[in-house]
């Protein structure tokens, strides 16, 4: 079975600033997703971003990019720039590419971006 | 295009009654999903579903069962609710093969 860490319960920034926060997971698999996802007070679950594990270029969107270490199963996303709308809890989840397509979610880092 | 909707999006039940949760997709998706997320904990799949027609257990499914209506339903029953099912519900769905699971906006439900 799979499982993922997120060891920051909270984070604080100041806004403008960069923030990472760290994930990493273990599996015995070879091909599978990684995800960003974003829980606003709002309890909405929005998409950040996704890696795909034979890709070795770091994904990246807009202010968002990763930092994805295979081999070390470590999958930390950056956040340039920081904004006060991206106070939220961040989820780091993993999936199987083949097979069923199951979400593993970690316990999620509370960010909040002070003005 | 509305996306992942549910309904109802708050629901106080007592110990032993029953309710149904409604979740429908228009994005022409094969793949549904229920999960459950607690305080300090990311969220758990209770059920899902590949196809049309087709159920598996996920994580947690005690107390709960679901049935594919159809492709855009996908819906979850609570027979006899307990405390313990006090939590958030979140229906996702996706496109088979392409990893991306798209969520609804959340049903709250708190069983006294």
């Known amino acids: 079975a799979q499982t993922v860490t997120q060891s920051q319960p909270e984070m604080s920034v100041q806004e403008a600033e960069t923030v990472t926060l760290s994930c990493t997971y273990d599996?015995?698999?070879?091909?599978?997703?990684l995800f960003w996802y974003k829980q606003p007070p709002s309890r909405q679950m929005i998409l950040v971003i996704r890696q795909e594990a034979y890709k070795q270029q770091n994904a990246t969107e807009n202010r968002f990019s990763v930092n994805f270490q295979k081999a070390a199963k470590s999958f930390s996303l950056k956040i340039s720039d920081s904004q006060l709308g991206d106070t939220a809890m961040y989820f780091c989840?993993?999936?199987?590419?083949?097979?069923?397509?199951?979400?593993?979610f970690g316990t999620g880092t509370r960010l909040t971006i002070i003005p | 295009n509305a996306g992942v909707t549910q309904t109802p999006k708050f629901q106080v039940l007592k110990t032993g009654q029953s309710m149904t949760l409604q979740c429908a997709q228009d994005m022409n998706h094969n793949s549904m999903y229920w999960y459950r997320q607690d305080p300090g904990m990311g969220l758990r799949l209770i059920y899902y579903s590949a196809s049309e027609g087709t159920t598996d257990k996920g994580e947690v499914p005690n107390g709960y069962n679901v049935s594919r209506l159809n492709k855009r339903e996908f819906s979850l029953r609570l027979e006899s609710a307990a405390p313990s099912q006090t939590s958030v519900y979140f229906c996702?769905?996706?496109?088979?093969?392409?990893?991306?699971?798209?969520f609804g906006p959340g049903t709250r439900l708190t069983v006294l």
């Open positions: 599996t015995s698999e070879n091909n599978y997703y």
């Open positions: 989840a993993f999936m199987k590419t083949f097979g069923n397509e199951k979400l593993t």
């Open positions: 996702a769905s996706s496109e088979t093969g392409r990893g991306t699971q798209y």
